[in-house]
């Protein structure tokens, strides 16, 4: 089983890669752009994303939509996380949590997959907080001020632990089932 994950983002072709890798099913990276819908949930964004795509003629693929998600800042950036990632960055993020001491933040991840003509959309989270500042060089985007377990901030632990605690990681599990239901893998 091959699948497409549409993405610019070559990190989470990574990601999907190791985590799919012993199910047999192969991960190819594709960039074909596709209009996403600006609302305040995730699971529209894949949705619509899905239509335009298949509209397009397109089968067999992954698109996701992650997002951060703080507390303190009543859900910002959430669903505007890669607007914010491209613009002010990380260090607009730390800014703004200067002097915040309720650090509480959520990744989620939202993954729409089409398999033979099916639909399956999940979703996973992964609570966590927001470092007082960067630190680690692994992963991407909000890694290195993202930390699950309050310590150790996603950029400084491996992409294995990353995986079995993310958001990413979360959302796959719940499609691995879906999928192992569907093909008996
Ligand atoms: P595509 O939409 O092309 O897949 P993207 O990087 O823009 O790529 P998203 O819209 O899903 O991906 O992600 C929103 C933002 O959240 C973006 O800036 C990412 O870098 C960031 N992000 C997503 N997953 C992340 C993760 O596991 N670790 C750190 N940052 C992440």
Redesign the pocket.
């Known amino acids: 089983m091959r699948l497409k994950v549409i993405?610019?983002?070559p990190g989470?072709v990574e990601e999907y890669q190791r985590m799919f890798g012993d199910l047999g099913i192969e991960m190819e990276h594709a960039r074909i752009p596709y209009d996403e819908i600006q609302t305040s949930e995730l699971e529209e964004v894949v949705r619509k994303g899905m239509d335009a795509l298949r509209s397009q003629g397109l089968k067999d693929f992954i698109i996701?939509?992650?997002?951060?998600f703080v507390d303190a800042l009543k859900g910002f950036p959430g669903v505007y996380?890669?607007y914010v990632?491209k613009t002010v960055g990380n260090d607009g993020i730390l800014t703004l949590m200067e002097g915040v001491e309720d650090r509480g933040a959520v990744?989620k991840?939202c993954i729409g997959c089409d398999i033979d003509g099916e639909t399956i959309i999940v979703t996973g989270e992964c609570p966590g907080v927001i470092l007082k500042e960067g630190r680690g060089e692994k992963?991407?985007?909000?890694?290195p001020i993202?930390s699950h377990d309050g310590k150790r901030s996603?950029a400084e632990i491996g992409l294995e632990e990353k995986n079995s605690v993310?958001?990413?990681g979360d959302a796959v599990k719940l499609l691995r089932e879906r999928l192992k239901a569907l093909a008996d893998l």
Request: proline letters at 0%; hydrophobic letters at 25%.
């Open positions: 993405t610019s983002n989470k996701d939509d992650s997002g951060m996380s890669a990632q990744f991840c992963g991407f985007g909000y890694d993202f996603f993310s958001h990413r």
